[in-house]
């Protein structure tokens, strides 16, 4: 079960990062977010929403290892810090940014939970 869980939330994980890489402007239109006079914003949404995604979604499925998948689960509480903080200072709108922040979180917990114990060797 535990290997079905980490599988499914690597292909999503792929699959959100891939709207990000190949559709940044429908991706900022769901982010609130404005691209300026150049196409820097959306190389950034490429990179960092989509790129980083894909790709540590892909090495989970690839290595299949619980490191790998708790390493995802550090991108994800990395992901879910930084929409904390933004909950607290910015005051995005309420049930968007609620809503990030809860996958962001279930999946951080999920997968560090779950998978530190495993490749620190202390469960089996």
């Known amino acids: 079960m535990i290997d079905i869980l ?20 429908y991706t900022a239109g769901v982010l609130d977010l404005k ?8 190389s950034e949404l490429r990179a960092s929403v989509g790129g980083m995604f894909v790709i540590v979604g892909a090495a989970c499925l690839w290595l299949g290892t619980p490191w790998a998948y708790a390493m995802m689960g550090f ?26 922040f809860l996958f962001e979180a279930v999946f951080a917990a999920w997968l560090l939970i779950v998978n530190l114990p495993l490749a620190q060797g202390l469960s089996q």
């Open 35 to 42: 691209t300026g006079e150049t196409t820097m914003g959306l």
């Open 75 to 100: 991108v994800y509480l990395g992901a879910g810090l930084g929409r904390g903080l933004s909950l607290l200072l910015d005051k995005p709108p309420f049930p968007k940014a609620h809503l990030y």
């Open 6 to 25: 980490n599988i499914v939330a690597a292909i999503l994980t792929i699959a959100l990062g891939a709207f990000g890489m190949l559709a940044p402007r």
